[in-house]
């Protein structure tokens, strides 16, 4: 089984692909940690990592039989919409994302959770705008997997994901 999941900024995908890990003892992986890179002495406590080693990774988890991985759906991570069977696109609502994005934040500064970046007020600035973005689909996202029609789930809140995990 290979699954990809995707949405916006805070839309609950790790937490989705944890769930479906577990269930399906299947291997998640987070796009984010192929894309960045945890450095101390960067301005945001993280840098991009050269875009062959991040290709290679990336080459590595989809040739593999079956995966779960989760990102907003970056366009250089196309061919793991092809090669995924199913598509699940988180559309979580706005108010909801910003909540998550704050509580997260909070969490993070205070040491309570991990997080691959420096949880600076940059940072979350930046979060919150990306949840904005998304809205007004400024990354072109639902447009990009619109070929992928046939394999796309959407999910939109806590019922449809728990109705999703029931039927498997």
């Not at 593999?64 to 699940?88: H, M, S, Y």
């Not at 979060?127 to 072109?140: A, C, F, H, I, T």
Request: proline share 3%; aromatic share 8%; with cysteine.
């Amino acid at each position: 089984m290979r699954i990809y999941i995707v949405g916006a900024v805070s839309s609950g995908k790790t937490t989705l692909a944890k769930s479906l890990s577990k269930k399906l003892h299947l291997p998640y992986h987070s796009l984010d940690e192929m894309v960045h890179i945890s450095d101390q002495n960067a301005d945001l406590g993280n840098r991009k990592r050269p875009i062959d080693e991040r290709d290679s990774l990336f080459q590595s988890t989809i040739c593999q039989p079956a995966w779960i991985i989760e990102d907003v759906g970056r366009p250089c991570f196309e061919e793991g919409l092809k090669e995924a069977e199913t598509i699940l696109l988180l559309e979580t609502s706005t108010r909801i994302r910003n909540y998550r994005i704050i509580k997260r934040w909070l969490k993070q500064r205070l040491g309570l959770e991990y997080c691959i970046y420096t949880p600076s007020i940059t940072i979350l600035k930046c979060m919150l705008r990306w949840s904005k973005e998304y809205d007004l689909g400024k990354d072109n996202l639902k447009e990009r997997i619109s070929t992928y029609q046939d394999k796309i789930i959407i999910l939109r809140d806590q019922y449809d994901i728990q109705g999703y995990l029931d039927s498997l």
